[in-house]
């Protein structure tokens, strides 16, 4: 089963992706890192790809386009595999759908915009050690103090209150179009972002295989 996962910065489509992955027995296929991986090796798609990255300009469409060809021709996809974070664009879904990749299913994560603000504004990560707490929903012992290492708790930049709320503007006017795309197509279907972990997962699962 061939799989994408929609929702805003923040929804936690990485965390289900992980899960869903693990209960399906299919790959995840992450834009961020197909990219590193192609960079890695050297494939044409990739040494395109290094030739923007090297400038510090965003890989454009037709190069990410290629990547993702080149991964999801690999045999551990020939079961299906879950897309998170492609495509963003409806260009890149109509250049999904030239490719002749067929899509079976397109899940939504819905979470509202003042709890993807609280959450993502709330994250920390340990500057030594690298694990991530939040001050709202997973706090330290010791308020700024990593309870693993003693490392120093700081915010990233990409976390900050008004990087998060340019990431959701960039959301809705690029990537939320998507959603009426794929319902045209009758493949869209939606979850509930803000239940228990282990609750979206039950309900993705049960869209999934409905």
Same mark, same amino acid.
């Given at each position: 089963?061939n799989?994408?996962? =929609? ?11 992980? &899960?869903i ?15 590193r991986e192609?960079l ?7 040494k !395109?790809? $290094?030739?923007? /990255?090297d400038?510090?300009? =965003?890989?454009?469409?037709? /190069?990410v &386009?290629?990547?993702?060809k080149? @991964? ?10 879950i897309?998170d974070?492609?495509?963003?664009? &409806? *260009? ?9 990749? *067929?899509?079976? @299913? ?16 709330? %994250?920390?990560?340990?500057e ?12 330290? !012992?010791?308020?700024? /103090? ?9 915010q ?12 959701? *503007? ?5 990537t !939320?179009?998507? $959603?009426?795309?794929?319902?045209a ?5 939606t ?5 228990? =972990? *282990? !609750? ?5 699962? %049960?869209?999934i295989?409905?």
């Amino acid at each position: 089963m061939n799989i994408i996962l =929609l929702g805003a910065p923040g929804a936690g489509k990485g965390t289900q992706a992980e &899960i869903i992955c693990d209960k399906l027995q299919i790959p995840t296929v992450s834009t961020g890192n197909i990219i590193r991986e192609a960079l890695k090796s050297g494939t044409d798609m990739g040494k !395109k790809a $290094k030739s923007f /990255v090297d400038k510090g300009k =965003l890989v454009p469409d037709e /190069v990410v &386009i290629g990547i993702v060809k080149e @991964r999801i021709k690999k045999d551990d996809c020939k079961a299906g595999f879950i897309l998170d974070g492609f495509p963003r664009t &409806i *260009s890149q879904a109509e250049a999904l759908d030239d490719m002749g990749v *067929s899509i079976d @299913r397109v899940v939504d994560i819905e979470v509202d915009d003042q709890e993807i603000l609280k959450r993502m504004s709330g %994250r920390r990560v340990c500057e030594k050690c690298g694990a991530s707490y939040n001050i709202n929903s997973k706090k330290p !012992k010791v308020e700024g /103090v990593c309870d693993r290492c003693a490392g120093t708790l700081v915010q990233r930049m990409d976390d900050s209150l008004d990087t998060v709320k340019e990431r959701l *503007s960039v959301y809705h006017e690029q990537t !939320k179009p998507l $959603k009426g795309y794929y319902e045209a197509q009758g493949k869209l279907v939606t979850v509930d972002g803000q239940q228990e =972990l *282990s !609750k979206i997962t039950d309900d993705i699962i %049960r869209e999934i295989e409905a």
